[in-house]
Structures are given as C-alpha cells and as structure tokens.
C-alpha cells in the first residue's frame, strides 16, 4: 500500500496508476472498525481501485469538543487497510487541507439542511464536513465515495453538495455496521465506561420501537419521539433530539411520506451518541 501524505504525491501516484480505473474513495477519520472495512469491502466491488484518507478534520469541531481527544490510531490503520488490498491511503497534515491556514480557510456551506439536528446542536460541524470533503473529492477525484448510514445528515448534506455544485462523483450509503448486541459501531464507542458501554444498545432499542409503534401501531411521529425521550432518559441518557423526519432531506413528515427515518442524538456520560433507522410505511 502507498502512502502519500501530500498532495504532489496524492497526484502523482493517481496520474501514474489510475489510467482509466474506476476508482471509489472512502474517506475518514481514522481508528478504523469494521464500520470502515465494510465501506472498503463495498467500494471494492463497485470500483477498480480503492483510495482511503485518514484526517481528522478540525473544521468540524466545535469549541469544547474532543478534537484534542479524538482516538487516532496510524499504525493499527495502516495494517487494517493493508489487509484490505487498499491501493492508497492518503494521510494529509492540516497545512494539505488549509493551505492558507483556517482564518483564510474558503467553506462550502449547506444551507437548511445543515442547520437540524445536530447541526442545530453543533453549529459550523456540517460546514467543517462539506469543506474538507469537497477538497478531497477535488484531490481524489473518484467516480463515487462511499459514506456510512449511521451519519445520516452527513450522508444527505454530501449528496446535496455534490448535487449543488455539479460534481461527478457518485455518493454511496452503506448499512450501519453493529456490534452483536445492536449498538452501531463508532470510534467515539471507546469512550464509553464498561457500565456505560452496557447501557449504550438501549438507544437503538429505543428507536427500533420507535419503528414498531409507528409500522404497527400506526403511532404518530409527533406521539413517538416524546415517549422515546422518556424511554432514553430511564436508561441514563441525555437526549439532544429524537426525530422522525422524511428520508431524502430530512423534513418534518406529512401524512402522505411513506419514506422516514428516525433520528436520535443523546449523551451517555461525557459520549455522544447518534443512531437511526430507516421506516417504510
């Protein structure tokens, strides 16, 4: 596996070994799980060449947020993705991505959309997310890009972006990847307490009957997202928000959408959770 950690190498490497590849890109974070290989695992049956970048972006988090303490892990990535055939890995520094430094930084904004949820609880995060994405897809320049589900706002405000500014690149959503017990998997899991990591499946235990009480019991969404906060909060969370929204762009649902989601956002000690499942009425 190459790694190229500027962008005349990123280029480079591209220019020499793409000559009329396929190529899919999954970008991330790092401290990879298997939420991560199962994005590698499709993008390599999708495409021809897969390309990897592991950043943490700082230009989505917030003040007092766990930037400093975000879990990075170069090493253990390196052999995951190597075990994973990736071609590629692209391992920028801060001044790759902002040339000119963050107070010159130029942003991609998604309106409305970006603004919800956790953007509402997190403001400037989806405008950290839409600016450093668009930069690597203008880098790596795939055919598609490969986004896990579990991030589902992410995953609409890239879709949007890309729609907006005209750019070629296919964006793919991947199923949340679990533990056996329902939590969906999340580096930010290892902040979790033993006792905390218990109690932790209890959210998608709550939106799953959020789905049950809705497919079944025909439960207005305005009656099921307040007895999921109650539910939540008897299991030791912090809700931010539980919402049943319309699938494709995150609006509050009239009675004719038949394709929602519920979306839920809570804290369990000092870790933020987020999950949500997909409903077809």
Request: contains cysteine; neutral net charge.
């Amino acid at each position: 596996m190459i790694i190229a950690k500027n962008v005349p190498e990123l280029r480079a490497y591209l220019a020499q070994r793409r000559a009329g590849k396929r190529l899919a890109f999954v970008p991330t974070m790092g401290n990879l799980h298997a939420g991560h290989l199962k994005l590698i695992e499709v993008a390599r049956r999708l495409a021809d060449m897969v390309v990897v970048s592991i950043y943490v972006n700082p230009l989505q988090f917030g003040a007092n947020e766990d930037l400093d303490s975000y879990p990075r892990t170069p090493v253990e990535d390196c052999t995951a993705l190597e075990a994973q055939g990736v071609e590629l890995l692209f391992m920028p520094g801060d001044k790759e991505m902002s040339p000119r430094g963050r107070a010159a930084q130029t942003f991609v904004e998604v309106p409305v959309l970006s603004d919800v949820l956790c953007g509402a609880s997190r403001p400037g995060h989806f405008r950290g997310v839409a600016t450093v994405v668009n930069r690597l897809f203008n880098l790596v320049q795939p055919d598609l890009a490969l986004f896990g589900k579990k991030d589902y706002q992410q995953l609409l405000v890239i879709r949007l972006m890309v729609s907006d500014l005209g750019m070629p690149v296919e964006i793919v959503g991947v199923d949340t990847v679990r533990e056996s017990d329902g939590l969906a998997m999340s580096s930010r899991n290892n902040y979790l307490s033993p006792q905390e990591r218990q109690a932790a499946p209890r959210l998608y235990a709550v939106l799953g009957a959020v789905r049950e009480r809705i497919l079944k019991e025909r439960v207005s969404p305005a009656d099921a997202e307040p007895e999921a906060r109650v539910a939540l909060e008897a299991a030791g969370f912090r809700p931010d928000y539980v919402s049943v929204r319309r699938r494709d762009d995150l609006g509050v649902p009239a009675p004719a959408d038949k394709q929602l989601v519920v979306l839920a956002a809570a804290w369990l000690g000092r870790t933020r959770l987020i999950d949500n499942l997909e409903i077809d009425l």
